[in-house]
Every structure is written in structure tokens, then in C-alpha cells.
């Protein structure tokens, strides 16, 4: 299932809004095929090394992270990320400080236990990886936003997605990866973090090097209640990281 879905995503140092509304943009930028979407499951989402993690336990944001939207939105307590915009257009969100290695495969996996609003257009929560060059900064993201959980890639700012039906209560876990040598982005769901049900793929060449993103919010004045996002952990996996 694919639709015309537009996210926010952040861009170094700022916040950019793609979207695929019109027919003849949706048609060009949905590169995923029937045949790459029914391989998603066969995909190595689960990479070997651990390279970035954060179970969100201290009592405040930890150093590792760059808090680059609505600092105010974001708090942390008791084993979870807590982001709760306020109802007017923007995304509060943050990012790691920690480059990673993302020459082979790159993973990121996060627990979402509560969204809010993913059921309004407009609004969305999200996950994901960036990769920063010296003139853009390309990026791989899962969010959930109008009912669908979207696999999403900005490229140079050419936007690609891909979408699956999204269900709060089995789709508990969210994992995205990257495989450079394959070209291809990958996610898959899970209601327990242990069996996974993957979700699409997409083209994509992104780079080798990437930092996990992580927030919430609204992208456009249509969502009128961006509600909360509530994270427990998110942790990234590389066949070439360094473990922190």
C-alpha cells in the first residue's frame, strides 16, 4: 500500500517540509516494487555491533544528544522519552551526537509506547537515521502519522516512501535499516521487540556514515492537536561500529 504522505524531516541545524501531494510527484518518487516489498522480511535488519543506545534511565537528556527543535517539548524520566509539542506547526525533535558507521549495514530500533495523534494528517512521530554531507543532509526515517506507518528516504531532496497500515498495539517496536552495499532501506514492526513482521523496502544511497534522529510533532497547520510520543529506548547496530 502506498499513498501521497508528507513528513517533516530535519535537515542540520533546521526543519524542511517534503511532500508527495501532487499525482505526478507520488508517481516518479515511490521506487519500491511489489517484488522488493514482498523481500522485506528476508532483509538483515539486525545488524551485529552495538553502536548507539539509550534506554532514556537518567534523570535528563544525556550529553550524546543534540536537542536541535522545541527543547522545552522534550523531557525524560523513568525509563522514557517524553514529547509533547505544543499545537502549533513544528517538530520537536533531537539527534545523536555520535557518528556511526554505516559503510556495510546500519540498523536503528526503537519502542514507542504511546502516540497520541498518528491518527490526524499533519501529524507525525518518527525514528530515524541521518547522513550528513557538506551540502545536504540525506535521511531514512519511520514515522507514524495519518493511520500508516511510512518508510521514508530524502535523497538529495528527491523524497521516496513507502507505507503499510499502521496498528498502535501491534506495532510496538520499529526498526529501520540501511544496507549500503545493496542500496536498499528496510523496516519492520514488532508488538514484543523479539518477532518482526517486515514492512517495504525502498531504493536508496544514502552514505556511510549516519547519527540516529528521534521526535515528534506536527509538519503542517492541518494537525491541530500534535498529542505526545512516548519513547523507552532507541539503539542503533552496524557491522562496522564502534561500541560506545
Known amino acids: 500500500m502506498r499513498t501521497g504522505v508528507a513528513l517533516l524531516i530535519a535537515c542540520s541545524g533546521c526543519s524542511s517540509l517534503f511532500g508527495l501531494d501532487s499525482p505526478a510527484r507520488r508517481d516518479s518518487a515511490v521506487v519500491a516494487d511489489d517484488a522488493m516489498e514482498d523481500a522485506a522480511p528476508d532483509m538483515p535488519i539486525d545488524a551485529p555491533s552495538n553502536c548507539f543506545d539509550d534506554d532514556f534511565e537518567a534523570a535528563a537528556i544525556g550529553s550524546e544528544w543534540n536537542v536541535f527543535s522545541m527543547p522545552t517539548a522534550i523531557t525524560q524520566s523513568s525509563g522514557t522519552l517524553n514529547v509533547m ?36 494528517t ?21 514515522a507514524a502519522t495519518s493511520n500508516l506507518l511510512v518508510l521514508q ?75 505526545k510520543a512516548r519513547f523507552e529506548s532507541v539503539n542503533a547496530k552496524g557491522t562496522g561500529c564502534v561500541p560506545p
Not at 122 to 142: D, K, R
Open 85 to 120: 509539542p505544543a499545537g502549533t506547526v513544528g517538530i520537536a525533535g533531537m539527534r545523536g551526537l555520535r557518528m556511526l558507521d554505516a559503510s556495510q549495514t546500519i540498523s536503528v530500533q526503537t519502542n514507542i509506547v504511546e502516540v497520541t495523534s498518528q491518527a490526524q
Open 122 to 142: 499533519g501529524c507525525q512521530s518518527y525514528v530515524g537515521l541521518e547522513f550528513p554531507t557538506m551540502t545536504v543532509t540525506n535521511q531514512i526515517v519511520v
Open 153 to 227: 528516504a530524502s535523497i538529495n531532496g528527491t523524497i521516496t516512501q513507502t507505507t503499510a497500515a499502521f496498528d498502535p498495539n501491534q506495532h510496538k517496536f520499529w526498526r529501520l535499516a540501511y544496507d549500503q552495499n545493496a542500496n536498499l532501506a528496510a523496516y519492520a514492526a514488532s508488538q514484543d521487540g523479539m518477532s518482526w513482521t517486515g514492512l517495504g523496502t525502498l531504493a536508496a544511497s544514502v552514505g556511510t556514515t549516519a547519527r540516529v534522529s528521534i521526535g515528534a510533532g506536527a509538519y503542517n497547520s492541518m494537525c491541530t492537536a500534535p498529542g
